[in-house]
């Protein structure tokens, strides 16, 4: 389903305006009156969603928060290097570093990992390991 997003209501804007009868458009705030030409509205529209798709297409610089998880992950690959499948919380007393985060700090990146294809996760008795994917 499409959402009714900002460019949307521009671009039925453009198309109300493109398709209206009206030569000019005016707008009246107190005692000025500002007169706009269909073709100065249009344009004026045309920018602003062209500033908004150069806004939500540049490039996004990862927040401190995912800078320092980054950190952490790679501490967990260390850890499981060349070991058996562990549990989070084996993961966990294997580092001084993540025995300092909180158990649902770690699982959650975890998680991040096996959803990013790093980590592959088994279950044994209702258990879940994790251990690096291979290749």
Do not use: C
């Not at 453009?14 to 073709?39: D, Q, R, V």
């Not at 580092?95 to 998680?111: D, G």
Request: hydrophobic share 45%.
């Amino acid at each position: 389903m499409m959402k009714f997003t900002k460019k949307v209501a521009l671009e039925v804007a453009i198309n109300a305006i493109e398709n209206s009868a009206l030569p000019t458009w005016s707008f009246t705030e107190g005692a000025e009156t500002l007169s706009i030409s269909k073709a100065e509205a249009i344009e004026k529209l045309q920018k602003m969603i062209e500033q908004l798709d150069a806004k939500s297409n540049a490039p996004k610089k990862p927040t401190k928060v995912q800078e320092a998880n980054e950190g952490v992950k790679d501490i967990i690959k260390a850890v499981l290097e060349g070991q058996a499948p562990m549990t989070v919380s084996e993961i966990m007393t294997h580092s001084m570093e993540l025995s300092a985060l909180s158990n649902q700090k770690v699982a959650s990146l975890v998680r991040q990992m096996v959803e990013a294809g790093v980590l592959v996760r088994t279950e044994e008795k209702r258990k879940a390991y994790f251990a690096l994917a291979q290749g």
